[in-house]
């Protein structure tokens, strides 16, 4: 049964929520956690695999797309609109409008949700479809 987070941000800014993301991805890699980052798109998926090349100075975070391909490194960062290889499943960020695919499986999900109406009620969507599974949900107001 996964541990369930969302965060909320006090802005309704994209980049504000997407430099938070790349903030957990970092904390996440470098406790030795597997790390996917759920998207929409693959436009979604490129922007925040740029960002997670110049989001900090100095940082270095192995990342890349995801394309049904399991990376030859251990513990790359995957990011992708589709399923998570099992192993990858320790950790999902969902930037994604929906739930992550056989969420049940993941030992954690990590929701970041920005202040805007539209991501908000999206988040409210999952919540509930989480809620209604049976997991307990904490809530984090940044």
């Known amino acids: 049964m996964p541990d369930i987070t ?3 941000l ?10 938070f993301t790349c903030k957990l991805v970092e904390k996440a890699y ?11 798109s693959l436009e979604q998926s490129k922007l925040l695999d740029d960002l997670l090349w110049t989001f900090r100075p100095g940082s270095f975070i192995p990342h890349q797309l995801y394309t049904d391909n ?18 990858w499943s ?5 930037l994604s409008s929906q739930c ?9 999900i990590l ?15 999952r919540y509930r479809h989480y809620q209604q599974a049976g997991f ?7």
């Open 70 to 87: 399991v990376p030859a490194i251990e513990n790359t960062v995957l990011i992708g609109a589709s399923n998570p290889p099992p192993q």
């Open 30 to 40: 470098r406790s030795g956690v597997y790390v996917y980052v759920l998207t929409d």
């Open 136 to 142: 307990e949900i904490a809530t984090e107001k940044m």
């Open 6 to 8: 969302f965060y909320v």
């Open 100 to 108: 992550p695919p056989n969420f049940q499986q993941a030992e954690r």
């Open 111 to 125: 929701e970041i949700l920005d202040n805007s109406e539209e991501t908000k009620t999206l988040g409210r969507n």
């Open 90 to 94: 320790q950790a999902i960020i969902n």
């Open 10 to 19: 006090p802005s309704e800014s994209t980049a504000e929520r997407y430099q």
